[in-house]
């Protein structure tokens, strides 16, 4: 193997280990919104800010009645995004 095509795997799975971190982060806040977690928890705020930055774009973008479903929606879709582009951008990094 080449010092170019380990670099290029290593750019890779720096990036989707990244992607995976944040897709994480919104899961895990979606996961604390829906089982009530103490929002006085320093842990529950330090997620929840994270969470907030890293969907900034989508938190809003539903206008759901139900809350649970705002949140479901609006960090699930940041999720997924971040997970999608996160591991096609490794994919192409991986192939060079």
């Keep these: 193997m080449s010092p170019r095509t380990r670099s290029g795997s290593s750019a890779g799975t720096a ?3 990244v992607a995976d971190i ?3 982060v919104l899961g895990l806040w979606i996961l ?3 089982l009530e977690a103490n929002r006085a928890n320093d842990l529950v705020q ?3 800010e994270v969470a907030d ?3 900034g ?6 206008t759901f009645d ?3 479903a705002r949140v479901v929606a609006g960090y699930g879709l ?3 995004v971040y997970l999608f582009v996160g591991h096609a951008i490794a994919g192409r990094l991986g192939r060079r």
């Design 53 to 55: 930055v890293l969907a």
């Design 15 to 17: 990036v989707a280990v």
């Design 78 to 80: 940041a999720a997924v």
């Design 57 to 62: 774009w989508s938190r809003d973008l539903f």
């Design 22 to 24: 944040m897709a994480g």
């Design 46 to 48: 330090f997620v929840h």
């Design 32 to 34: 604390m919104y829906l």
């Design 66 to 68: 139900e809350a649970w």
